[in-house]
């Protein structure tokens, strides 16, 4: 059974700091790109960033980069979304996306596997 499951997501104060969780199975993790998208409340999607399959190409948006990093441990098949210097405008719900290739689609159906997402809430 494939999945892509994520963990992490909170409440969190303006400034502070979360690590978002995503862990594969059923699929060849290590072979594939896994991007990052978040949706806020009453807003489009937005793509956040991705990383290649051993983890020496990533990429990140304008709106995080600098604040966000993406990592990836294939021996754990887990990719992490470490968020610092979180800020309100960054409440959202984070999913994690899997595909063979790179992407920077929003859609959930330009990717492999999608996850369910987990709630990140930044409020004082």
């Known amino acids: 059974q494939v999945q892509l499951v994520e963990s992490g997501g909170g409440l969190v104060q303006p400034g502070g700091s979360l690590r978002l969780s995503c862990a594969a199975s059923?699929?060849?993790?290590?072979?594939?790109?896994i991007h990052w998208v978040r949706q806020a409340p009453g807003k489009d999607r937005e793509f956040v960033g991705r990383?290649?399959?051993?983890?020496?190409?990533?990429y990140h948006a304008d709106s995080v980069k600098g604040r966000f990093t993406i990592s990836r441990d294939n021996a754990k098949n887990t990719v992490y979304l470490q968020m610092n210097s979180l800020k309100s405008e960054d409440t959202a719900v984070y999913y994690c996306?899997?595909?063979?290739?790179?992407?920077?689609?929003?859609?959930?159906?330009?990717?492999?596997?999608w996850g369910q997402g987990t709630q990140v809430t930044v409020s004082s």
């Open positions: 996306a899997a595909s063979s290739m790179p992407s920077r689609s929003t859609q959930s159906q330009s990717y492999n596997y």
């Open positions: 059923g699929f060849s993790f290590s072979g594939s790109w």
């Open positions: 990383i290649n399959w051993d983890g020496d190409s990533t």
